[in-house]
């Protein structure tokens, strides 16, 4: 149990840092910015309260808040997420699974549903920043390009911390 906080900790220091320092500077085309942060609600156990994905959520956005220059936006945007995140994991876990506490992750909900399930809370994420950042539909193709583009770069960031996660899981196993 502590090995698993202690390791989700990191993760969440790991992101709140990495979108600190590295991923606000990505801006493909003006357009694309990746959130990866959005991993840290991911990783959550399944019989985790759903008040504590809400907290988890809105503690990381205001984090990733204060790194940024995106007063509230983050904060807002994780939280909704943190709201659907039980559903969703609910929806996309195997059926073997729902009645036992497990870890979402590739091992235990194969890499499609693993992915499935990244993508529909990447997409909530991504799409609630960018509806909370322009607060407008004037430039719908812009919104969209916004929502697109961060969609894929997030995605591709989350399925490489995952693969990252489960290689490092499978060399501490074998070390045992």
Not at 42 to 49: N, V
Not at 99 to 124: N, Q, Y
Request: hydrophobic content about 55%.
């Amino acid at each position: 149990m502590f090995h698993s906080s202690l390791a989700r900790s990191l993760w969440f220091i790991v992101l709140v840092i990495a979108q600190a320092l590295v991923f606000n500077h990505i801006h493909l085309w003006g357009y694309a910015t990746p959130m990866p942060y959005v991993f840290v609600l991911l990783i959550l156990r399944h019989g985790t309260p759903r008040w504590l994905y809400v907290v988890v959520g809105f503690v990381t956005g205001l984090c990733i808040d204060a790194v940024s220059t995106t007063p509230g936006v983050a904060a807002g945007a994780l939280t909704l997420t943190g709201l659907c995140t039980p559903g969703v994991l609910q929806f996309f876990a195997p059926d073997d699974k729902l009645e036992e506490d497990f870890l979402p992750g590739a091992r235990t909900m194969t890499w499609s549903g693993f992915l499935k399930f990244a993508a529909a809370l990447s997409f909530v994420t991504v799409a609630g920043f960018h509806l909370l950042e322009s607060f407008t539909f004037f430039r719908v193709v812009a919104l969209l390009l916004n929502i697109g583009g961060s969609f894929v770069l997030t995605l591709a960031f989350v399925a490489t911390f995952e693969r990252v996660r489960v290689a490092f899981s499978s060399a501490e196993t074998a070390a045992r």
